[in-house]
């Protein structure tokens, strides 16, 4: 995505010329870091960093961000060559806005200078670390919680060369902050996993004794680290051309960090930061005892939905959610899933109705202006598919309730793996099993019967308490059936 021919860069020498409504509140320079970020992509860009950005505005407080890209340079290069400053545009139906984000307090490459990186982890500066590096970042195994680690990881827990994944870099970070003993600082995940506070409190701990630290460190680690679960909600598609030159349009200057976003915006945080944080509440996050039952809310509620929408729309060759909701009966049966099983899986927030709740995320995907597209959010559907959909089924099963739509979801996925849209294209497996599931595949026979059957071998997906029972079975092949031989659309027409 090139800049425009005579459109000048944004960077500290812009601010003055910028519309007023589009400045940033902090300047960045000015604003001491306080916080490392594992992520350093559109997501944290349109959430974390407004959040803070807002807060240390109207709050004060030494939290600058420091924004660690794992591996891609370009962004880095991007960030650097603008002073660290980027734009978030908010796409609405009623009109956009644009405004200038200043949280930034510098940027890093991981994969060129992890000690670097490790260096900052260990700087008592730094009280706050932030992740949003994607669930398959972890490591972890989506069933069971335990720490299943690649080669690299492996690597990187077996001995002193510089580390190379993200598990690796905050073990290593810890150890040296252990051994400086530099102070409490809370690790805090911002992905979409349940109890995500609990799992990376595992990751790491799991983590350290495979690295064979000392007992001094692992005491360390357990008195000055804390793991605070979080919610985060927002829709944010990826970065396009259009996105870049909305951003110009709106500022004046060409801006290749530009991010979009729809309006709402969500943040539930546990209370646990032993070296401080910003006022995030000023900014409107919820701070509260237990972000589990707001976990739930999202994952089952708003992720499954995607999920559901993602495959089901890509399936019958649309390129967007948007577009996807068009699909005769998508909306009914999305809210069916959500009345009729999500609803009644667990025991909401005081206050939350989840069908209320239901309808407010279909009208956000409905937004024409989000471009969300359906193979996006259908990437690394392994990693995703336990907590937005399996969790729901084993909750339902065990109180005796069917789970018919949940297994619809389970369908449309394994029909999505199998490699074809309902018009014979081609549907890519971007997913870190994607070589397991070929293979099971492999096995099959070619029938849904047969599909059913492999897919369920996959232990790393789907728990004993799916695969083993013969009711949610018979659902998935009979779903899966009929996406085979009518496609999408007739059997959402058939479905009643």
């Avoid at 810890?174 to 409190?201: F, K, Q, T, W």
Wanted: proline share 6%; charged share 20%; with cysteine.
């Amino acid at each position: 995505m090139a800049v425009t021919v005579g459109a000048s860069r944004l960077g500290l020498a812009a601010l003055r010329r910028l519309p007023e409504a589009s400045r940033p509140l902090l300047r960045p320079g000015t604003v001491p870091a306080g916080i490392v970020h594992l992520g350093l992509g559109a997501f944290h860009r349109a959430h974390q960093a407004v959040y803070t950005e807002a807060a240390v505005g109207a709050a004060g407080g030494d939290w600058g961000i420091v924004g660690v890209a794992p591996r891609s340079t370009d962004l880095v290069e991007t960030l650097a060559a603008q002073d660290n400053l980027f734009s978030v545009t908010t796409l609405s139906g009623e009109g956009d806005s644009t405004r200038v984000i200043g949280a930034l307090a510098g940027v890093r490459h991981a994969a060129s200078d992890p000690n670097a990186v490790v260096a900052l982890l260990a700087d008592p500066a730094i009280r706050v670390v932030t992740l949003t590096v994607t669930e398959k970042a972890y490591q972890l195994d989506p069933v069971t919680g335990r720490l299943s680690p690649d080669a690299a990881l492996a690597t990187d827990l077996a001995g002193d060369a510089p580390p190379t994944t993200v598990p690796g870099l905050l073990v290593r970070g810890l150890a040296a902050r252990a051994a400086a003993d530099a102070g409490p600082v809370a690790l805090v995940s911002c992905d979409n996993l349940p109890a995500n506070g609990a799992r990376l409190r595992g990751l790491v701990e799991q983590a350290l004794a495979r690295s064979g630290a000392s007992d001094r460190v692992l005491s360390w680690v357990s008195e000055q680290v804390t793991f605070p679960g979080t919610m985060v909600d927002r829709i944010v598609p990826a970065s396009t051309a259009q996105t870049l030159a909305a951003a110009r349009d709106a500022l004046g200057f060409a801006d290749l960090a530009a991010v979009a976003a729809e309006p709402y915006r969500q943040w539930v945080i546990e209370d646990d930061f032993p070296g401080g944080r910003p006022a995030w509440e000023v900014a409107g996050a919820v701070l509260t005892d237990d972000a589990g039952q707001w976990e739930r809310v999202k994952l089952r509620g708003l992720n499954g939905l995607h999920s559901a929408t993602a495959y089901l729309g890509a399936l019958a060759g649309r390129e967007t959610v948007a577009d996807a909701l068009g699909v005769p009966g998508l909306t009914g049966m999305l809210r069916r899933l959500v009345a009729e099983e999500v609803a009644v899986s667990f025991t909401p927030p005081d206050g939350v109705s989840m069908v209320a709740y239901g309808d407010e995320v279909l009208a956000r995907f409905a937004n024409p202006a989000i471009r969300h597209r359906t193979l996006q959010i259908a990437m690394d559907g392994s990693q995703k598919l336990p907590q937005r959909v399996l969790h729901t089924i084993v909750d339902l099963r065990a109180a005796g309730r069917s789970a018919r739509w949940s297994a619809l979801v389970v369908a449309a996925w394994m029909r999505f793996v199998c490699g074809t849209a309902d018009d014979g294209t081609a549907l890519p497996l971007a997913d870190p099993l994607a070589e397991r599931i070929t293979g099971a595949l492999a096995t099959a026979g070619g029938t849904p019967a047969g599909v059913v059957d492999a897919l369920f071998g996959l232990r790393e997906v789907f728990p004993a308490e799916v695969a083993g029972d013969d009711e949610v079975r018979a659902d998935v092949t009979d779903w899966l059936t009929a996406l085979h031989r009518h496609g999408v659309t007739a059997t959402l027409a058939g479905a009643a």
